[in-house]
């Protein structure tokens, strides 16, 4: 198992920049596909990006890419989500998450942190 704590969220304005953190427990952080999400009430949860265990690759949903970039160090437990040029519409709670595939899928992800809030002020 792990367990899983993001840090990071806040209030900024549009054009602005964050960086969210999530910090993993357990000696097995790097066995693990990781993936940040978002959801906006009302709305469902989506698929923002992810990160392979392996090699590092990564993948970006379409509202995202060219603005916010995920990465990790296995040395700390830690995958963090660079977001840059930030817009009103990125208003929602990240959620980092924690499994076995690599995936854009919600479902293949077992394991789930709280939470961090991000409000974008136009």
């Known amino acids: 198992q792990v367990q899983l704590v993001e840090s990071g969220g806040g209030l900024v304005q549009a054009g602005g920049s964050l960086r969210l953190s999530c910090a993993a427990s357990?000696?097995?952080?790097?066995?693990?596909?990781m993936g940040w999400f978002r959801r906006t009430p009302g709305k469902e949860r989506e698929f923002v990006a992810a990160?392979?265990?392996?090699?590092?690759?990564?993948n970006y949903a379409d509202s995202v890419k060219g603005r916010f970039t995920i990465s990790r160090d296995n040395a700390k437990n830690r995958v963090y989500l660079q977001m840059n040029s930030l817009k009103p519409e990125d208003t929602a709670d990240y959620y980092c998450?924690?499994?076995?595939?690599?995936?854009?899928?919600?479902?293949?992800?077992?394991?789930w942190g709280q939470g961090t809030q991000v409000t974008v002020s136009s």
């Open positions: 998450a924690a499994g076995g595939i690599y995936s854009f899928r919600e479902s293949n992800y077992p394991y």
């Open positions: 357990g000696r097995t952080f790097s066995s693990y596909a």
């Open positions: 990160i392979r265990r392996s090699d590092g690759s990564t």
